[in-house]
């Protein structure tokens, strides 16, 4: 028997039951197809990490408690550490010194929370985040106190424009002076309020969130933060830190996504092998019949795994095509809320899902093939 008989020959035992074929192969496009969108997620995710934080924010940020309370931590360092670092501007390289108040504004409705970031005014909104500019209105200036710079996505959907008020609490608010350009990136869910107006809001006086320090070198940002975390006693980190911390956090979540998916392989797992054992029992004759004719027991035992890999791969590539439209339909919900794409199929992620899908059919194959290759001639045609 010939190579090329083996794929006829596997073609044509699936296509003879197409109903129970078509069911096991969406079986297996569900599945596959959850698990793309899933890992999608952190492969989009990591990409708008690398895009947008890898090139703006500061080259180093000092805190008391650095990531371990998250990316916004609570205003609790004292403001006098600007002073403190200040002092060691000449020996450390440092230009710019911003003390920073961020908070999150949360909500049910996600198209309804949003990110504060008090900074002082007369260092602007460029002192963090480069390139940005005013749709309409202005940007923050010195002497501001009571005001707002929003973001293009916050402005769309908080249904804010210039001159709303936007209440910070039952005791604060704020007016909006100026709409940034979109610009596709995370600062288009800021909103962007003058230092005082934060800590009045938090009630943080004297407080902050975190330090920015811009150097006249960034490549020496490891060293400069070193220096500062051992004289300051606090946490510098620089934005290398950020994106690893980062990073491994999304590995924490890719794993915690696949386990999700791992249930549904294993249902498309277990349907392939009903699939291909059934197939098993009802073609015994023609098993026997193949054997008669010359086939060798590694012969029908291929056959077997081939129809498993073959089932199990159309099932892969379809799952990859459903996942491309779900991964449409999550970028569709993101741009319009946060302005940028949270899932992306990228090359790997491809090869996994299809490489995934080839072991599930070929595990599920070799019971079904065991138990085809060792049926002896006069069983199998003895058999009605």
Known sequence: MQRRDLWTLARRGLTRRPVR???????????????VIFL???EGIRKVFNDELGGIGPDIQ?????FTQGFAPQPNLPQSTVGDIQKLSAELGIVQVTPVVMSV?????PSQSAVLYGLPPEQ???AIFSNVGAAQGRLLQAGDQSVAVVGAKASQNLKLSLGSTLRLNRRSAVKVVGILKQSGGLNDSFIFLPLSAMQAAEGAQNRVSMVAVKLED???ARRVADALSAKLNLEAQTQGD???FADRALKISDAVRFGISLIALIVGGLAVANTVMMGVFERTREFGTLRAIGARPGFVRELVLTESLLLSLVGGVGGVLLGLVGIWGVNLYTQQLAGFDAAALTPRLTLLAIFISLLLGLVAGLLPARSASRLSINEALGRV
């Open 40 to 42: 999608s997620l952190g």
């Open 21 to 35: 074929t078509l069911l096991t192969t969406l079986g297996i496009v569900v599945a596959v197809a959850s698990m």
């Open 62 to 66: 000092v805190s008391l408690s650095g």
């Open 242 to 244: 950020f994106l690893s």
């Open 218 to 220: 960034p490549k020496q």
């Open 124 to 126: 602007g909104i460029g």
């Open 105 to 109: 504004r949360g909500s049910l409705d």
